[in-house]
């Protein structure tokens, strides 16, 4: 896909130096000018220096023009130097870039604790900048990896309001992998015209569904941040109402393969699962319960052994805190129905249920049977090949 | 352990057929009367008949007589035929012992979805009762294993108010069994004089810190209970004040290490890791930390690579929603400092701690430095085993 292009913007992934493998591991992005921009960051309380940073300089201001992003080190657990150290490579990117610090937005991943190499990003980050070009997004999704075994970016387009509008991203992986934590980030580009005041809620509603939808073991990040960058170049007037709506359609559908590209990628997983808690009374039950089976160790090992284990999962929900009536519930997998209304289905359902999961990817539904909220999250089954790449002593 | 006598208390355990494999399954205890009882069950929403009956039974009241147990069949997820059964196996009970079935304690532990074989416990039951004991208590641990690996029955005594006080209890596995979830039972036996009133505070306080304390994979059953009965027989008035506080350590001593043996067998788990939490502003918030380090897969598979990964501890802290300030937060395992004051302690600190970590028990201490509440739990590793004894299909 190295033909992607998003008018307005233009990028570069590049070797600074980083990664003693050699690989991609500094990538930035650069708008024309300011341009609309939105951030949802990592809710983990111990957080890095450029999350702060990042989050601080958008904060009732919605815009930006440089996106600079090094990969191998997190700049995580710094203290004052990794704050000292992040302000600096913000302070570079706009010195590049022709623009204010406050116009930076910077990532960091990789291993945590230890200090940024800042010579090498003092002459890494002007190289990025030579290197910056209209079809530069592949290398871009290149050197944000860390562990990635694939560099994830996914494209769409779609006529609204009678101008062809295109949103490009990518992501990397947020869990699994080795030998720290990982970092979720994700960074979406469109030419839609779109208010700078519009774009933060648009961006959390479909971060709810996407990218905040995603759960691999439940550890979030120092580092998780997700952006959208509009630089309204497909024309026309600031989309609203309904074409505002269909513009988070194709939003939704590219951050929604983004956040499943991490899942597919998911270090000892081997299944990607749509699950679905619905019919609950509230939101926030929905949320519970979805939460609670798609993080149980109990149920993911069953994904993995390809086990219709229904009791791990309903008893999960049983635990989640969400209220339930255990004769009320019905559990699928794809279009069967393996316990309806508190009743097991028999053999030949759990047979069939057996060959859903034996599939790649597949959709789990719990309906509660008390209401009309639902929740939807993605997750992944738990391998033995987790345990060994976790556990395997840094080294 | 044959030889554990507790004065008031007759014990069997047999095979009555539930069981292909011709283990025991069918534990009973009768009191010589009906005796200061209290039970702590499963929060979980979704939770067997004989739980629902069980704690029933007890409530307002603080007495019984006969408590029998199933292995091999959980008669969860079984319907009105479940209530009906359970309901059946008390009534059986009592008839032999000659009490009412309000005076019967009823569990059961095993596969979950499958009828109770009724024809087998209405014989079984009979022949348990000419088994009773008085040193049957070892057959009785036997006969409520599932896959436990050994049988746990632990005893102590002690002194108190001139008299001799014994307390003996046994338990059985709480998680990471197969083929469906597991259950945890405990149940402790004193001659010890209570008052029934003051039992309950007691056993909710001691279960807190004990059977409460231990999270393997954090998947609560459908039918965990902890049961504590007391006869008396050791005689003298009701024990209270001083004389109360001495039975309430003893009787901590003996519930923490059945709780312990639990963890030590847990099915995929190497290690025994004593976690606290301190230094939090709120006992809430201490758990909630303690809660979302120790069941942190992240954080799990680290302490089977005996990997001194304080990021991931950390962060797994910052994650659970308790408040912290990163630059106070000061990490230890053993006798050994790895992080202070939000400073990390250097690579010999860190090589210590992989010391530490490479024994088969140790302790792990998360200081937040900001009040004086604290948490302890009991937690193990994950290893790749516990994802190949969870994935198994159910055959």
């Not at 990982?182 to 933060?200: H, K, N």
């Not at 939808?213 to 509009?230: F, K, M, P, R, W």
């Not at 209220?323 to 794809?334: A, F, I, Q």
Request: proline share 4%.
């Amino acid at each position: 896909m190295s033909d992607v292009r998003v008018a307005g913007f233009r990028f570069a992934g590049i070797h600074c130096g980083i990664k003693k493998s050699g690989k991609p591991d500094l990538a930035l992005l650069v708008a024309d000018g300011p341009v609309a921009c939105a951030g949802v960051y990592t809710t983990n309380q111990i957080v890095a220096a450029p999350v702060v940073q990042s989050k601080a300089r958008l904060a009732g201001r919605h815009t930006a023009k440089v996106v600079v992003i090094n990969s191998g080190n997190a700049n995580a657990c710094t203290g004052p130097q990794g704050d000292s150290d992040a302000r600096q490579m913000a302070a570079w990117a706009a010195m590049v870039a022709g623009c204010q610090p406050m116009d930076v937005q910077v990532c960091s991943t990789g291993v945590i604790g230890a200090p940024l190499p800042m010579s090498t990003l003092e002459s890494g980050i002007p190289a990025a900048y030579e290197a910056l070009s209209d079809d530069g997004l592949s290398d871009f999704a290149e050197a944000i990896c860390t562990t990635d075994t694939f560099a994830k970016l996914r494209q769409g387009s779609a006529e609204i309001d009678g101008r062809r509008v295109t949103v490009a991203g990518v992501s990397k992986g947020a869990g699994m992998i080795h030998p720290n934590m990982a970092t979720m980030l994700g960074v979406v580009v469109t030419d839609a015209s779109i208010a700078p005041a519009e774009l933060d809620p648009l961006w959390r509603r479909v971060c709810h569904r996407t990218f905040n939808a995603i759960t691999i073991d439940g550890d979030t990040s120092t580092n998780d941040t997700a952006l959208l960058l509009a630089s309204g170049r497909a024309g026309g007037a600031h989309l609203k109402d309904e074409s505002l709506d269909q513009f988070e359609t194709l939003l939704h559908e590219v951050a929604g393969e983004l956040a499943k590209d991490i899942i597919r990628d998911a270090e000892g997983g081997t299944k990607v699962v749509e699950l679905t808690v619905s019919g609950a009374a509230t939101l926030a039950d929905a949320a519970k319960a979805a939460d609670a089976v798609s993080l149980s160790p109990l149920v993911k090992t069953a994904m993995h052994g390809e086990d219709p284990n229904w009791g791990r999962i309903i008893a999960a929900a049983g635990r989640s805190g969400a209220p339930l009536d255990p004769d009320r519930l019905t559990l699928s997998m794809d279009d069967v129905v393996l316990y309806q209304d508190g009743v097991w289905q028999g053999v030949d359902a759990e047979a069939s249920a057996h060959a859903v999961m034996c599939k790649p990817e597949y959709s789990v539904r719990l309906d509660l049977g008390l209401g009309s909220a639902s929740r939807t999250v993605f997750t992944c089954d738990f391998s033995a090949d987790y345990v060994r790449i976790n556990a395997d002593y840094r080294s």
